[in-house]
């Protein structure tokens, strides 16, 4: 049964960082985009990154341009997002998703979720 199990999510102050990370198993299909989400209370599931886990082209929503970084490590099935210069705005539940063909911004289109890991950016 496929997987994706998310990590390093934590309490952090403004301007600080963190890199999450997203681990894949028992996946019987190629899984070519992998998304981050992020969903903070009251509000709807934001697409923020999409990598092509075949060429690592990434995408990002203008929310965090300049300041996350997506990346891959394929031989560990793992995708990665360094989040750097935090603001209390980011504060979210992430999920990482899977889908088979090209990235996409539609949560609908993606077939397989982690659980979700909160990252809290407060003071």
């Known amino acids: 049964q496929e997987q994706l199990m998310e990590s390093g999510g934590g309490l952090v102050q403004p301007g600080e960082s963190l890199r999450l990370s997203c681990a894949a198993s028992?996946?019987?299909?190629?899984?070519?985009?992998l998304a981050w989400f992020r969903q903070a209370p009251g509000k709807e599931r934001e697409g923020i990154s999409c990598i092509n886990r075949s060429d690592g082209t990434t995408y990002y929503a203008d929310s965090v341009k300049g300041r996350f970084t997506s990346s891959r490590d394929n031989a560990k099935n793992t995708v990665y997002l360094q989040m750097n210069s935090l603001k209390p705005e980011d504060t979210a539940v992430y999920y990482c998703a899977a889908k088979m063909y090209g990235p996409s911004w539609s949560a609908l289109e993606y077939n397989t979720w982690g659980q979700g890991t909160q990252v809290t950016v407060s003071s």
């Open positions: 028992g996946f019987t299909w190629d899984y070519n985009a």
